[in-house]
């Protein structure tokens, strides 16, 4: 079936550092998620983005927080300066439309230390 | 703001029960109902979906809407071992955010 890829697939960073979690989503999406879920607990929604631009934010997507895809390329996600709290795996996801099944990478596992 | 909840968090059944999941949302405008499922340290997989009122069965499995009554529910058939893992509900509307619950935790003992 159709495939998410994320890079790395785990990433320790010190505490103020820069991260950026990276997502291959299936080609002919249109929608763009990341989530957040801390120790298989609940998948918790941060932002979503399509047509280039970021549809909603939660308040989870902290200031801290930016996603883009430059030129079609990767989903982006980066987190500048990361904190302990962000600690958690991040989920990429996309969509074809939306309101239809949502199709996720691996994770990212973001340890921040 | 959609609100999301599942029910039971945790479900102990031995192999060859019938398992039934349950998920309330509170936006009676929302579109689209999916079941999720989770095994330890993997990415989420959708297992079924329905739009509208009614039922729909995939092998042991059947999906249920009642939109009038903001719920929906995943029953398992012949419950298996392999079939222990977090299943999560979604729920999605106009607004092209699909919003989880906090997922029922399933273990089916041999």
């Known amino acids: 079936g159709p495939k998410v890829l994320q890079i790395p697939s785990h990433q320790i960073i010190d505490m103020g550092q820069m991260v950026t979690l990276n997502c291959d989503p299936v080609s002919n999406h249109l929608y763009f998620y990341w989530y957040k879920q801390i120790l298989g607990q609940q998948m918790e929604f941060l932002v979503n983005?399509?047509?280039?631009?970021?549809?909603?934010k939660s308040k989870l997507f902290k200031d801290q927080f930016s996603v883009e895809r430059p030129d079609g390329s990767y989903f982006t996600l980066k987190i500048q300066p990361t904190a302990l709290e962000d600690s958690a795996v991040y989920f990429c996801a996309s969509s074809p439309t939306g309101n239809t099944e949502v199709f996720f990478g691996k994770g990212t596992r973001l340890t921040v230390v | 703001q959609q609100k999301v909840q599942q029910s039971p968090e945790s479900l102990i059944v031995p192999e060859g029960a019938m398992t039934s999941l349950n998920c309330t949302f509170s936006d009676s405008a929302s579109q689209y109902f999916a079941w999720y499922r989770q095994h330890s340290g993997k990415a989420p997989k959708a297992l079924m979906s329905i739009f509208s009122n009614g039922e729909k069965e995939e092998g042991r499995f059947t999906i249920h809407l009642n939109k009038a009554s903001l719920h929906f529910s995943l029953h398992i058939r012949d419950s298996q071992p392999s079939d222990s893992a977090l299943y999560l509900c979604a729920v999605s509307g106009g607004n092209y955010k699909p919003t989880f619950g906090k997922g029922t935790s399933l273990v089916v003992h041999p």
């Open positions: 983005f399509y047509n280039g631009k970021v549809m909603e």
